[in-house]
T-cell receptor, first 115, second 114 residues
């Protein structure tokens, strides 16, 4: 399977704990995105990487959230001191980043439940 | 700020009937427009996209969409719906160079009845 993969698929944690999610994009894609999706809503843009550079962060991404893509391949999204409002599906996507288009390929998501 | 509106939270159509899902966007320049589908337990899949050129675009699974600049719309259509089309459909607009930052609508859930 050469699609976008995310790990873990499900995470249950207690309020106040830290969690980290991993995303492996399609290998030749140099753009990587993180989104958050809550029930009944469309995905909300969180942040975007071009290779290892984080080029934009949404205002939704509070100081408790940090994302990295150290070698321009896989990425991690860490949430510190989780709150119940962080419960959501966290989606990762990647795109080639060349040409005029930006077709994003999405992973299956990591569902976070904060108790 | 850019935004996407999908006026219908859910739609029910009979199998074999035609389908139109509405999408309106707010964007100052020529937008990059997308329709994605999300089935239960599945990731988002791109159905079709518009960047320029012919305003009627064809996608996968028999879907098409028409870009109407005057109406700021990008409605999704299918002439004959199959039961397997039941899913959540998201319209999205891309902003930034190459449309890298994608703004999604709230989605329309499609129910298909036999």
């Amino acid at each position: 399977d050469t699609g976008v993969s995310q790990d873990p698929r499900h995470k249950i944690t207690k309020r106040g704990q830290n969690v980290t999610f991993r995303c492996d994009p399609i290998s030749e894609h140099n753009r990587l995105y993180w989104y958050r999706q809550t029930l009944g809503q469309g995905p909300e843009f969180l942040t975007y990487f071009q290779n290892e550079a984080q080029l934009e962060k949404s205002r939704l991404l509070s100081d408790r959230f940090s994302a990295e893509r150290p070698k321009g391949s896989f990425s991690t999204l860490e949430i510190q001191r989780t709150e119940q409002g962080d419960s959501a599906m966290y989606l990762c996507a990647s795109s080639p980043g060349t040409g005029g288009s930006n077709e994003q390929f999405f992973g299956p998501g990591t569902r976070l439940t904060v108790l | 700020a850019q935004s996407v509106t999908q006026p219908d939270i859910h739609i029910t159509v009979s199998e074999g009937a035609s389908l139109e899902l509405r999408c309106n966007y707010s964007y100052g320049a020529t937008p990059y427009l997308f329709w994605y589908v999300q089935s239960p337990g599945q990731g988002l899949q791109l159905l079709l996209k518009y960047f320029s050129g012919d305003t009627l675009v064809q996608g996968i699974k028999g879907f098409e969409a028409e870009f109407k600049r005057s109406q700021s719309s990008f409605n999704l259509r299918k002439p004959s719906v199959h039961w397997s089309d039941a899913a959540e459909y998201f319209c999205a607009v891309g902003e930034g160079t190459g449309g890298f930052k994608t703004i999604f609508g709230a989605g329309t859930r499609l129910f298909v009845k036999a």
